[in-house]
């Protein structure tokens, strides 16, 4: 009697432990992951020998096996950044779709807006020059042909370019 | 105008082209296009070198005899439109290139290779991308050299408002993606303003010759070829914009083994397996091929035969999709070859791609502003002497 009174308490207290057991360790206990929950992790990896093919899609035995072990991980309750973990110390960060973002690897994403910011950097520059030129030789020679040196206001531009438009139109419809 | 620049341009043009070709098949990226076992990848470079070198001397000794003659007094001018415009696909250059040596460098530097995958270049270009729109919009309004910011708004406004109305009406149908509804807006706002474009053109003909509404917008386009065969094809990089936008925000995707009268679900469909047959074929060719049912509110909407090839000579498999396309969307689903397939379960991958199709739409009309832009022009030939 006094040994099924302890099996009993231990039941109970077993049962009890589970309903405070965290999620973490419930999702171990899940069934078999789904193909979906595989590639959302797989199409984020890129084996070293399919280059640029991504996992999820990639059909040779070596890349069936690396989902295989990601449900595997997947049905132990890991997290999507402990498998990806898990290939980069087994294979290098050349798995990963984006280089992380360490040493030389910064480049990858400093260069592009660098490069980009001195292109507007040298094309205002550019503009700057060019007005300068542009003003010296309206004070100096007037070039009729040129809107550049229009006397007209900056307002009636428009209109004037209209006007132009018009007028070619015209030119037009009287040569029909 | 921008001798210098364009001649840049049509350098830097050529030795791209050729260092792409260069860089899959010397084999310095695995491709199936590399010269297999081939001592040509030294020489193809040294081309490349000396050809670009060459080029760069010779645009270096005539710099000065091509310089511009430019008279641009204003930030809002169509020149200067015009080189931010440049500025922005150099930048996509810029990504695109360093994306696809960068790996190279690394292994070089480091003796570590590693992936620059999609997911780069969609953050780096999306929002340049995103920029060439807005200018597609911005740069026909304003004028050759002169063009404040007042002139510029004037042209504006008009078919800015129906553009600010848009993203409002697609938040209250539910869009909450700011990617779309920013790609959504500047879309709209491109076809706004070149439809006001042509209006402004065709109104101004007919009042002056009373034409017709079609008269007037052929005499209008025949006349003007490059000019309106611009504004259309302006016209189909917006409409390859929706289906980009589609594919890239909306796209869903999903994966499932099923055994027979089983289905999938995705974005309202409903797929159903039917069967599997497998037999050999012509060519060499050993098929297996499943017939699924597509359903939408239960309405059967038609038959799919996603299907893959294994070709015994060569012992190479090639898959050919299910796909069901409508100006909505694309169903597209596959047959895992790389999972096991037997004649009770099978395993699918199927892809939901909204508005897709407007891809290829943009694409014929392209095609077409194309052919208008550059379809010779008698008057302009008899004015040059040529007839």
Redesign the interface.
């Known amino acids: 009697m006094k040994t099924k009174n302890i099996v009993l308490l231990i039941f109970y207290f077993l049962l009890l432990a589970a309903a405070f057991v965290p999620a973490d360790a419930a999702s171990a206990q899940q069934p078999t992951p789904?193909?979906?929950e595989v590639?959302a992790i797989a199409r984020q990896l890129?084996c070293?020998v399919c280059?640029?093919i991504?996992l999820?899609?990639?059909?040779?035995t070596a890349?069936?096996q690396w989902r295989e072990l990601i449900q595997q991980m997947l049905a132990e309750g890991k997290s999507e950044a402990e498998i990806k973990q898990y290939f980069v110390d087994y294979y290098?960060?050349?798995?990963?779709?984006?280089?992380p973002v360490t040493?030389?690897?910064w480049?990858?994403y400093i260069?592009?807006p660098v490069?980009?910011l001195a292109?507007?950097y040298l094309?205002f520059r550019?503009?700057q020059a060019?007005?300068r030129?542009?003003?010296e030789?309206?004070m100096g020679v007037d070039?009729p042909d040129?809107?550049?040196?229009?006397p007209e206001s900056?307002?009636g531009?428009?209109s004037a370019?209209d006007d132009k438009?018009?007028a070619r139109?015209?030119e037009?419809?009287k040569k029909? | 105008m921008f001798k210098q620049w364009n001649m840049l341009l049509v350098i830097l043009t050529y030795a791209l082209v050729v260092f792409g070709t260069f860089l899959t098949r010397s084999g310095v990226f695995s491709s199936v296009h590399a010269f297999s076992q081939s001592a040509i990848g030294p020489m193809f470079f040294a081309f490349i070198g000396i050809t670009f070198i060459a080029s760069v001397a010779l645009l270096i000794y005539r710099w000065k005899d091509l310089r511009a003659e430019v008279e641009m007094t204003s930030f809002f001018s169509r020149e200067a439109f015009f080189l931010l415009n440049n500025l922005l696909f150099m930048g996509v250059l810029i990504v695109c290139f360093w994306g696809v040596v960068f790996p190279l460098i690394s292994e070089l530097v480091t003796g570590q290779k590693v992936t620059v995958g999609p997911p780069f270049y969609q953050r780096a270009n999306g929002p340049l991308f995103g920029a060439l729109m807005a200018l597609m919009g911005i740069a026909p309004l304003s004028a050759w050299g002169r063009s404040t910011y007042k002139t510029l708004g004037r042209a504006l406004w008009k078919p800015s408002i129906p553009s600010v109305i848009v993203p409002v009406v697609l938040a209250i149908l539910g869009i909450r993606n700011w990617i779309a509804l920013v790609g959504f807006t500047l879309v709209a706002f491109v076809i706004f303003v070149t439809i006001h474009e042509f209006w402004r053109g065709v109104r101004t003909r007919q009042k002056k010759a009373n034409e017709n509404f079609l008269v007037a917008l052929r005499q209008l386009t025949g006349r003007n070829r490059r000019r309106y065969g611009g504004y259309l094809i302006h016209l189909s990089m917006v409409v390859m914009a929706i289906g980009i936008l589609g594919i890239e925000v909306y796209q869903t995707t999903t994966q499932k083994t099923l055994a027979v009268g089983e289905d999938i679900q995705i974005a309202g469909y409903t797929i159903r397996y039917n069967s599997l047959a497998q037999y050999p074929s012509t060519e060499g060719r050993f098929v297996t091929r499943a017939s699924m049912s597509v359903f939408r509110d239960e309405k059967f909407l038609g038959n799919l035969y996603p299907r893959y090839d294994y070709y015994t000579t060569s012992g190479q498999t090639m898959t050919v999709a299910g796909v069901r396309s409508t100006l909505a969307d694309d169903l597209y689903v596959v047959l895992v070859n790389w999972e096991k397939v037997s004649l009770s379960q099978a395993p699918f991958k199927v892809y939901h791609n909204p508005l897709i199709n407007w891809l290829w739409v943009g694409s014929l009309m392209f095609i077409f502003g194309f052919l208008v832009a550059t379809w010779p022009d008698r008057e302009e030939e008899k004015q040059q002497g040529k007839i």
């Open positions: 789904s193909d979906d590639n890129y070293p280059e640029n991504p999820d899609v990639c059909p040779t890349c069936h290098g960060a050349r798995v990963l779709s984006e280089p040493g030389i690897n480049l990858v260069v592009p490069a980009f292109g507007v094309l550019a503009f060019w007005k030129q542009a003003k030789s309206e070039h040129s809107p550049g040196s229009n900056s307002e531009f428009r370019e438009y018009v139109l015209e037009e419809l029909r």
